[in-house]
T-cell receptor, first 115, second 114 residues
């Protein structure tokens, strides 16, 4: 049963600390998405990768967030320095083309709390 | 900005009843997708309906799409307590900037009571 995995599942950190979230997409999927979910903003797209290349990171605060995909089995989202407003659930999703578009398969999320 | 807007925001029904959720959007789409999210979990893809389709079924799910009204509905028939979750519509505006971007609505929270 192929699924997207994310680590850690929960992270509590202090303001100013670096946070790294990891995602393993489903084998064979060539698209990876990072989302952030909060009660106020809902689900927001932060970054998109295709074949490991970042195609869109316009939703990501550039000064503190960075997303990379060092190989086909690992995507990372880093926040440095973290701030309380970054507290949210961060989801990774990988996709496979489905006709006109992509069905996306979501990981379980990383619940980040910045104090 | 959110493209899809779900209605109602919350829905409470008894087991066995049907649940209908609606989604409206503003711009033209390539396809529209529905996802379910159980509390504390990731989203699960339910169904994708293309812009040239009007209706699609999957088990107890029925999705309709009216592109002239820019709206879609998700019907869950004979609901079960296990259907309790948030349901999101997501619009795919087509290939732009190198990929198909999904924009999610705020979701409908469905509670099915035994």
């Amino acid at each position: 049963d192929a699924r997207v995995t994310q680590t850690p599942r929960h992270k509590v950190t202090e303001m100013g600390q670096e946070v790294t979230m990891r995602c393993q997409p489903i084998l064979g999927h060539n698209t990876v998405f990072w989302y952030r979910q909060t009660m106020m903003q809902g689900l927001e797209l932060l970054a998109y990768f295709r074949n490991r290349a970042p195609l869109d990171d316009s939703g990501m605060p550039k000064d503190r967030f960075s997303a990379e995909m060092p190989d086909a089995t690992l995507a990372t989202l880093k926040i440095q320095p973290s701030e309380p407003r970054d507290s949210a659930v961060y989801f990774c999703a990988s996709g496979v083309a489905a006709g006109f578009g992509y069905e996306q398969y979501f990981g379980p999320g990383t619940r980040l709390t910045v104090t | 900005s959110q493209q899809g807007e779900e209605d109602p925001q919350a829905l409470s029904i008894q087991e066995g009843e049907n649940a209908t959720m609606n989604c409206s959007y503003k711009t033209s789409i390539n396809n529209l997708q529905w996802y379910r999210q159980n509390s504390g979990r990731g989203l699960v893809h339910l169904i994708l309906i293309r812009s040239n389709e009007r209706e699609k079924h999957s088990g107890r799910l029925r999705v309709t799409l009216d592109t002239s009204k820019k709206s879609s509905s998700l019907l869950i028939t004979a609901s079960r307590a296990a259907d309790t979750a948030s349901y999101f519509c997501a619009t795919d505006g087509g290939f732009s900037g190198g990929y198909n971007k999904l924009i999610f609505g705020a979701g409908t929270r469905l509670a099915v009571h035994p």
